[in-house]
Structure formats: structure tokens, C-alpha cells
């Protein structure tokens, strides 16, 4: 299994920035797909979730509006849309593929927002 995450960087505030997550050893189109981050010295928070077909999303109060999570399991991908960013998104990124007993982690992808 393995999961590439791409799309991190600085921007400034109000600002946006699109994550990838680009998965190969496992049968993407039947994983739901969540994306998380940590911050220095918080915990990890679960950001966004998607459903293994694409029907369902979730999103955390906090970027609620301003996130958009999606996939293509034609192309084994998925993706973090992040708009209207604050500071307080800084943190490292996390996709992450989970059905039953099986769990995988990207490697995550640092995001700063920051003028």
C-alpha cells in the first residue's frame, strides 16, 4: 500500500491551496476516504470524510464552508479543496483509507498559513 500526498505550502491568509492524495496497493474504490491534521502541540482532528462511492461527506464545524473533499476512483485519487485559509489551519495533512481491521496513513503533507 501507499499513499502520496501532494499540494502542501505557505499561503497567506484568505488564501487557498488544493491537497492530493494519490493511492496504489489496495482496492480504492472500496475505502472511505478521511483527511486529518495535526497541529504542534494539539491533537490530531479529523477534517473532512467521504464515503467510498462519493455520496457522503462530512466535514468538521471548523472548516465547514471552506473545505471540499473528494476522490475519483477512476484514478485512484483523492483530493483536499481549502479555501478561505486561517492561520489556524496550519498544521500537517493526513489522508487516510480505512474499512474494517485495515487502516492506512499517508506520509502528510505540511500546510502553513501565514502572511
Known amino acids: 500500500v501507499q499513499l502520496v500526498e501532494s499540494g502542501g505550502g505557505l499561503v497567506q491568509p484568505g488564501g487557498s491551496l488544493r491537497l492530493s492524495c494519490a493511492a496504489s496497493?489496495?482496492?480504492?474504490?472500496?475505502?472511505?476516504m478521511r483527511w486529518h491534521r495535526q497541529a504542534p502541540g494539539k491533537e490530531r482532528e479529523l477534517v473532512a470524510s467521504?464515503?467510498?462511492?462519493?455520496?457522503?461527506?462530512n466535514y468538521a464545524d471548523s472548516v465547514k464552508g471552506r473545505f471540499t473533499i473528494s476522490r475519483d476512483n477512476a484514478k485512484n485519487t483523492g483530493a483536499l479543496q481549502m479555501n478561505s485559509l486561517k492561520p489556524e489551519d496550519t498544521a500537517v495533512y493526513y489522508c487516510?483509507?480505512?474499512?474494517?481491521?485495515?487502516?492506512?496513513w499517508g506520509q502528510g503533507t505540511q500546510v502553513t498559513v501565514s502572511s
Open positions: 467521504i464515503s467510498s462511492s462519493g455520496g457522503s461527506k
Open positions: 496497493g489496495f482496492t480504492f474504490s472500496s475505502y472511505g
Open positions: 487516510n483509507f480505512g474499512r474494517g481491521g485495515y487502516d492506512y
